[in-house]
């Protein structure tokens, strides 16, 4: 008798367990159970913080602009390839990694391009990284102490000149600016007037001759103003005075 009542006792709560879940499965494909977990859900994940790290140059107010309407949304709900995508438009910065950090927070950590360089165009002043990407165009008064360059193109061939001089300190830090000529070749002007007129090709291997020549022969004491490198392994120079 005690085993029936207790088999009665089992069969009545099991059928209370599947009306129960019956209602929940009816009410929640009718929405009101789902619209409840899914509003509680984007309330609990709203974003109230957005943290930068790596900003230097980029712009703030650039920055807020492209952020501030992902206040107060859904962090679960995010596209974060597509914020990546609008925030890298930004000038200067790189690259950008952000990340969902649970339960509020919309992370960045940012990469920002390095300035190498001033590109003159016309008018124009460019600040560039060392691989020749234009940065920014700013204005007469930034980067005044940055490497410069002229010339068409000049840009798409920083690189390969960068490198080369970081070899040689004693010629690099005697240049103005350095003049990319008819799209082909590099001409150094000195801070003293000195024109350095190199190859189109094996740029390291003239400027290690040229190094060894001016110790050796004292070149810019005497006086000399035109330096020509253009014929391998071959120096030719124009004194203006005769001193020396």
Known sequence: M?????????????????????????????GLIKESLVKSTETFFVVNTIQTVGRERASKNDLSKILKKYQKTSLLSLDLNYIQSEVE????????????????TLSLTIEEFSPRAVWIRGRDRYVLDKNGYTIEKVSDDQFQNYFTIKGAEAELNLMNLIESLENFDEIYNQIDYANYVGRRRWDLHYKSGVRIML????????????????KENKLIEKGHKKIDLRVDGKITTDR?????
């Open 2 to 30: 005690q085993s029936l009542k207790r088999k009665s006792y089992f069969f009545i709560v099991a059928i209370i367990i599947i009306t129960l879940i019956a209602l929940s499965v009816l009410f929640y494909n009718n």
């Open 89 to 104: 438009k930004v000038a200067w910065i790189k690259k950008v990694i952000i990340r969902r950090v649970l339960p509020n």
């Open 199 to 214: 190859p189109e090709d094996n740029i390291i291997d003239s400027l290690s001759l040229l190094e060894t020549y001016i």
């Open 240 to 244: 203006v005075n005769s001193n020396g």
